[in-house]
């Protein structure tokens, strides 16, 4: 068979792929995608344009088992046939049905509360980076609150069967709490950090129990200079850590000013590897925060992309080039 005449087949083998995608797989794994189909896709140059047909083959490959060889090779032939802007449009489809159908997921943000909610973005974020980060590298939380965005980035960890490490960091020290909120409630007194200490361990000791993070209770700036020079410290849990190494996502959720979260953004890149991400949370151009700022200009540095550019209101994910 021709290069011309694989072409012309594709589009019916997209089709006939699709078609088969919503049946269960075998025992075995490998009774799904027929190894013939793969293989025509596979010898083909063509570009593939994006539909719905391909999405959902890319959806089915997402859900089969890291054991299933020919899916690995026939999301691999798809990938190398899409343009990039059309990987992100349906990366994030998938991502959204991934997040959307997870019960667990949906009742853990339920529980325990702060400021995370599944139609923000942020876990379809989570989601995409843990799935297509690196290998090797470490996955970085600055600011932790009461642990609601770590638990579920342990959680889709152990979902996406990935085993990089998990760090974070908290100074547990509030911005904007000079005065009393609404005039009645001081959020800078010893006995809120206290209480948002003791309620973020509890949390993570019970969400996170499977894929603990490693938590340093320390300002960002100070945790990136330990980790620089991979100082041993305790973490909040008592137990004794080594910082240092790679990064292979970074979620930056610290303090929202534009100095700040440019500051993360410059000590996270010091150590992110090829092909990493980094999340800013709050950069909505439409929200107020200086971070939003350092966003858009950390979009526009060399050598890194912003991923899912077509959707409105996201927060700014970026990758860094292969």
Known sequence: MTTSEIGTSVPHTIAELARSSSLPAAADGNSWPPRRLVELIDASSDAISPSDAVAQILLRTTLETSSNHEAARLEAALRRRLPLPAQDQIDFMIATHLVNHDEYLR??????????????????????????????????????????????????????????????????????????????????????????????????????????????????????????????????????????????????????????????????????????????????????FGCVRTAAEAAAVPGFRRVFTHVDGLNVLLQKSS
């Open 107 to 288: 009742w853990m943000i339920q529980m325990l509360g702060g400021w995370l909610n599944l139609g923000d973005g942020n876990c379809q974020c989570f989601s995409h980076a843990i799935r297509h980060m690196p290998p090797g590298g470490a996955v970085v939380e600055i600011g932790s609150f009461l642990g609601v965005s770590i638990c579920a980035i342990s959680y889709l960890l152990l979902r996406h069967d990935r085993l990089n490490t998990l760090w974070n960091t908290d100074p547990w020290a509030f911005e904007e709490t000079e005065k009393p909120i609404g005039g009645f409630f001081d959020a800078a007194s010893p006995a809120y950090r206290d209480y948002c200490v003791e309620t973020y361990k509890r949390n993570v000791e019970l969400f996170a129990a499977r894929r603990p993070p490693t938590t340093i209770a320390a300002f960002s700036d100070d945790f990136f200079r330990a980790w620089a020079t991979s100082t041993e410290i305790a973490d909040v849990f008592g137990k004794p850590a080594q910082l240092g190494g790679a990064i292979s996502f970074a979620y930056i959720d610290g303090a929202h000013t534009y100095e700040a979260a440019r500051n993360d953004f410059e000590n996270v890149c010091r150590h992110l590897l090829p092909g990493g991400f980094v999340l800013f949370d709050d950069s909505n151009p439409r929200l107020s």
